[in-house]
């Protein structure tokens, strides 16, 4: 009898243990700009870039007692591309032709400065996370020159630990957020058609 309820109660234990730990996360955002942009060029070539600037594809970690087993990535493999395709979209829409090398042509550099997810440490569950987006934007037009910088953050609470879904839209959202800020932004559109 006490041989039963000693190893229901290692049982139990390791459970508690495994429900503690949360294993690390690979995401893989959708960016997508969340508002319409008024035309301002009449189709002149914009050279544009995007640039990973962060210094680690880690966000941060999702929590609980073991945090260090629970970093959440997204790589540069990942998402550069898929905001290269945002940013040319969003030049198209602000009346220019995107194009990869032009000569002469003005040219517009998006960073992702900072991508984070912080969640509260030391806590055995997860219960809320705040997720944050930086870009920067450097325009040059023949001498001209203009940069800014654009953030967003969402604070988000939780009834259980988020899974990778959930984290991966939220992720996405914050992104799109940030993002759609550059190219609102009326400085950008409008030095590139000077």
Known sequence: MLQRLLFGLITVTSLTLVGCAHSPQQLSPQPKLTTQLAP????????????????SPTLGTRGGMYPETSAISVSSADVIPKLQAQAEAAVRLLGYTPTSNAM??????????????????????????TIGATFRS???????TYSGRYGASLDQRFGMAPNQETNTKLVSDVLSDALTRVF??????????E
Not at 110 to 128: C, F, I, N
């Open 138 to 144: 450097d325009v040059k037009n023949g001498g001209r």
């Open 104 to 129: 002469n042509a003005p040219t517009l550099t998006v960073t992702l400065a900072e991508l984070k997810y912080q969640s509260p440490k030391d806590t055995m569950y997860v219960t809320e996370a």
């Open 184 to 193: 609102q932004d009326p400085s950008v559109g409008r030095l590139l058609g």
């Open 40 to 55: 301002v060029g009449r189709g002149q070539p914009v050279v544009v870039r995007v640039v990973d600037g962060r210094p």
